[in-house]
């Protein structure tokens, strides 16, 4: 299995702020099939991004994603108090996995 | 807009079967190009993908779990269903049923249910 490694563990920012989450592959990720998703409290996940650049429908454009082979960052521009969240990494070129998520915390 | 709700018994017992049934409203599963899968989410931990089915009958499953799933699908009733056998301690989770963005096992999930605990516990 691909095994998605995701840093920092927490991250804290203020509103307005810029923010870089990153997620590394033990192995190429094939096509450059990498997914981000946002999970608030009690709530399923909800797709950000595949791609791994393509917003899904209704995602703002502050949320961005780049990256190829084992290495990619999702960037918020400026924090709004909604993205304060869990938001997680999935591989789809080969199986799925997952990271282990990245915690978004108001600092 | 697609729905999806997941349903089950939220408490089973060591070494038994888990089974879960997710029903889709809003889209027909029999007519849909797209795969649907279940994932999990052990208390305050990370997303696990279980595996995932076509209404045609083809799956496609997680290698750490593969000995112990089946999925199946019910086009009459646009459901579709896991079964775990074996369940320990470490089965308790959030499982959500989803959907693929397309045609493929090997794509994102678009539509989520919104999750159902299970706890193995005697």
């Given at each position: 299995d691909?095994?998605?490694?995701?840093?920092?563990?927490?991250?804290?920012?203020?509103?307005?702020?810029?923010?870089?989450l990153s997620c590394r592959a033990s192995q190429s990720v094939s096509s450059n099939y990498l997914?981000?998703?946002?999970?608030?409290?009690?709530q399923a996940p909800r797709l950000l991004i595949s791609g791994p650049s393509i917003r899904a429908t209704g995602i703002p454009d502050r949320f961005s994603g780049s990256g190829?082979?084992?290495?990619?960052?999702?960037?918020?521009?400026?924090l709004e108090p909604e993205d304060f969240a869990v938001y997680y990494c999935q591989q789809y070129g080969?199986?799925?996995?997952?990271?282990?998520?990245t915690k978004l915390e108001i600092k | 807009q697609?729905?999806?709700?997941?349903?089950g018994p939220g408490l089973v017992k060591p070494s038994e079967t888990l089974s879960l049934t997710c029903t889709v409203s809003s889209g027909s599963?029999?007519?849909?190009?797209?795969?649907?899968?279940?994932?999990?989410?052990?208390p305050g931990k990370g997303l696990e993908w279980i595996g995932s089915i076509h209404y045609s009958g083809g799956t496609y499953f997680s290698p750490s779990l593969?000995?112990?799933?089946?999925?199946?699908?019910?086009?009459?009733?646009?459901?579709?269903?896991?079964?775990?056998?074996?369940?320990?301690?470490?089965?308790?989770?959030?499982?959500?049923c989803a959907r693929?963005?397309?045609?493929?096992?090997?794509?994102?999930?678009?539509?989520?249910?919104?999750?159902?605990?299970?706890?193995?516990?005697?």
């Open positions: 691909i095994v998605l490694t995701q840093s920092p563990g927490t991250l804290s920012l203020s509103p307005g702020e810029r923010a870089t997914a981000w998703y946002q999970q608030k409290p009690g190829s082979g084992t290495v990619f960052t999702l960037t918020i521009s400026r080969r199986s799925n996995t997952f990271g282990q998520g | 697609l729905q999806l709700q997941e349903s599963i029999g007519t849909s190009l797209h795969y649907w899968g279940w994932i999990r989410q052990p593969q000995s112990r799933i089946t999925i199946s699908v019910d086009t009459s009733k646009n459901q579709f269903s896991l079964n775990l056998t074996s369940v320990t301690t470490a089965d308790t989770a959030m499982y959500y693929h963005s397309h045609s493929s096992p090997l794509l994102p999930f678009d539509y989520w249910g919104q999750g159902a605990l299970v706890t193995v516990s005697s």
